[in-house]
């Protein structure tokens, strides 16, 4: 598929010299926000595949607000994450926010470099695994 996942696997390989083919089976790229949490983990992976965008157009995580029992006058804002200083073992020290669209688009982008894309309306519909390679049956 074409998620998230499936295009930063697809990257990975790219980059390491092993040719890809993404299908997703929806015939458009998904429209809409999901699970826009960028963990520290993920921005490091992010930094090593040379994305750098994911770091540098992603938002801080939001701060929380408490408000004075039984009004909307506001009391604090708390971080959720407490600010460190990056260092060379800790690079990323706060997760960022990014919705799935933009997430979507920067790497579709990074796979372009590889002359790579989505062929949308494409669905795996089996496939047969031999000593020789796999086989998949498409349909679109």
Not at 53 to 66: F, H, Q, S, Y
Not at 96 to 107: E, F, S, T, Y
Request: proline content about 11%.
């Amino acid at each position: 598929g074409a998620g998230p996942a499936g295009l930063v696997a697809a990257l990975t390989l790219l980059q390491n010299g092993i040719p890809v083919r993404i299908i997703d089976k929806d015939p458009n790229p998904r429209i809409g926000q999901r699970g826009p949490g960028i963990w520290q983990r993920s921005l490091e992976l992010f930094n090593f595949l040379n994305v750098p965008e994911v770091n540098d157009l992603g938002k801080p995580a939001p701060l929380i607000r408490t408000y004075k029992p039984g009004t909307l006058e506001p009391l604090a804002e708390i971080s959720m994450i407490p600010y460190m200083e990056p260092t060379p073992t800790i690079p990323f020290h706060a997760p960022k926010v990014m919705g799935q669209q933009l997430l979507d688009v920067i790497l579709r982008r990074h796979l372009e470099k590889f002359s790579c894309s989505v062929e949308m309306g494409t669905e795996l519909r089996s496939f047969e695994q031999s000593d020789e390679g796999v086989t998949a049956v498409l349909a679109k």
